[in-house]
């Protein structure tokens, strides 16, 4: 480079400190300025530089992460032996889960691949009376596989999908069911339905209900009702919905997911169970390389045999709380639905009851409040947040930033074409 050139440069870096409105820029430059000002002053910019991209990049990092809030919404609308033990073995694993897994007998004759279709074929008939306080609806009851063995949903719509004739044809397809279910709406005050003649007894477990579309893992409660027992249980909703605007900004930045936002591999559509459940799958075949046989199984992984149901029991804790062994959560990334409805036990009845074993559920009161996530912070003040803190350390605006371009590109060309 020439000397000329570079005094050029030394000129023109000298003629945009000296004009520039950025703060403290042509204290550098000014005439008659000791070496001792000129330091103050560098150190004094570079200081209030920092000052501001830092307060940006903490500004910037809280849009990302947390830009939502939900907020209270008041405006709401063989031989014997083998015998014995084949009977053992189904008798176990009919009632498996991670809870009891070390308890299963080991029985070779029997490959993991059968043990579903086995429960099934062996499965009591399950053909209650249904009744319901509603007209022109029809309560249904589907088979479905669950961590707790096989179950009967009723009135769900997310039960389908883990039933035994739909893993069986192999579908991976989102069912559209214009089929009327019951659909308690918060509002609708006493609402009743009934299972009667049930042959057997039970455990219910109530889980989280928007049209529905939840299904119960390992750790949802139950409650127990024995043979010739009548139980009475009452519900109480609470609502979290999420506004159109909070809807349009990213899934980690909103905080939950809509049925149709599946990231899961081992079910065709989302909810926050079946994502705690898919992390499951990856702890066990991450500690014993093989899954329980509940779960559908997809590529190469293998179905536990009774040794692999044994090995996943000394993580049983692990696997239930979804916690390591001192206290902290495993990261499994699973968001609630943004669209949602937990339906609370607030109390519940049992006696007994000559005509049989029966179940009834509905809501007594009326929901006082439901909940409503939304924007607090939006893209418009990160804008505002950010040219606040850069107003204030550097005295800076849009213009100031316009500034720089214009000298690094029209002002710089124009320069050299008149020093030439």
């Given at each position: 480079?020439?000397?000329?050139d ?7 870096l ?8 950025i ?5 550098l430059v000014?005439d008659r ?15 209030s530089?920092f000052g501001?991209l ?5 500004t910037?990092s809280r ?14 609308n063989?031989k014997e032996e ?17 809870k ?20 099934v ?18 309560l249904?009851?589907?088979?479905t ?6 179950c ?10 883990n ?38 007894s ?5 889980f ?14 139950f409650?127990?009702?024995a043979q ?14 999420t ?6 900004l990213?899934?980690?930045?909103r905080?939950c ?9 081992h079910n065709?559509?989302?909810?926050y169970?079946?994502?705690?459940m898919e992390?499951?799958?990856?702890l066990c075949l991450?500690?014993c390389?093989?899954?329980p046989?509940?779960y559908?199984?997809?590529?190469d ?6 040794e ?6 000394k ?5 239930y709380k979804?916690?390591?062994?001192s206290g ?6 699973c ?11 607030q ?5 007994e ?10 809501m007594?009161?009326?929901?006082r409040m ?6 607090i ?9 950010v040219?606040?803190?850069a107003?204030?350390?550097?005295g800076?605006?849009?213009l ?6 214009y ?11 008149t020093?030439?």
């Amino acid at each position: 480079m020439h000397r000329s050139d570079l005094g050029k440069g030394k000129h023109y870096l000298k003629l945009f400190l000296e004009t520039s409105s950025i703060h403290g820029l042509n204290h550098l430059v000014a005439d008659r300025r000791h070496c001792f000002e000129i330091i103050l002053w560098f150190t004094i910019i570079l200081l209030s530089g920092f000052g501001s991209l830092y307060l940006s990049q903490m500004t910037w990092s809280r849009y990302q992460s947390s830009p939502t809030v939900v907020s209270m919404d008041r405006d709401i609308n063989a031989k014997e032996e083998n015998k014995t033990r084949l009977e053992n073995f189904i008798i176990s694993l009919a009632n498996a889960s991670y809870k009891n897994f070390e308890s299963i007998p080991i029985y070779p004759d029997i490959s993991p691949d059968k043990y579903i279709q086995l429960l099934v074929n062996l499965s009591v008939p399950f053909k209650p009376s249904l009744t319901i306080g509603v007209s022109n609806v029809a309560l249904s009851i589907v088979p479905t596989i669950t961590e707790m063995g096989l179950c009967y949903a009723v009135n769900s719509r997310m039960a389908i999908y883990n039933s035994p004739e739909y893993r069986d044809a192999n579908r991976w397809d989102i069912i559209n069911d214009d089929t009327k279910s019951l659909f308690i709406h918060p509002l609708d005050g006493e609402v009743f339905a009934q299972v009667m003649n049930i042959s057997t007894s039970y455990d219910v477990r109530l889980f989280t209900s928007m049209v529905p579309q939840e299904v119960p893992d390992i750790s949802t409660k139950f409650q127990h009702s024995a043979q010739g027992y009548y139980m009475k249980l009452y519900v109480t909703a609470l609502t979290v919905y999420t506004s159109p605007e909070a809807a349009k900004l990213s899934i980690n930045q909103r905080r939950c997911r809509f049925p149709h936002e599946n990231n899961l591999k081992h079910n065709s559509i989302y909810t926050y169970t079946m994502c705690r459940m898919e992390c499951r799958i990856r702890l066990c075949l991450k500690y014993c390389h093989c899954i329980p046989h509940f779960y559908r199984r997809i590529g190469d992984e293998q179905l536990c045999d009774v040794e692999g149901l044994h090995c996943l029991s000394k993580y049983k804790d692990e696997l239930y709380k979804l916690q390591d062994s001192s206290g902290k959560k495993v990261m499994c990334g699973c968001y609630p639905l943004c669209d949602d409805v937990n339906y609370v036990l607030q109390s519940n009845a049992l006696q007994e009851w000559f005509l049989g074993t029966n179940l009834q559920w509905g809501m007594v009161t009326y929901p006082r409040m439901r909940y409503r996530r939304d924007i607090i912070f939006g893209f418009t003040d990160v804008l505002v947040a950010v040219g606040g803190m850069a107003g204030l350390f550097l005295g800076c605006s849009v213009l100031s930033f316009m500034e720089i371009v214009y000298f690094l590109t029209l002002r710089l060309f124009c320069y050299a074409q008149t020093s030439k």
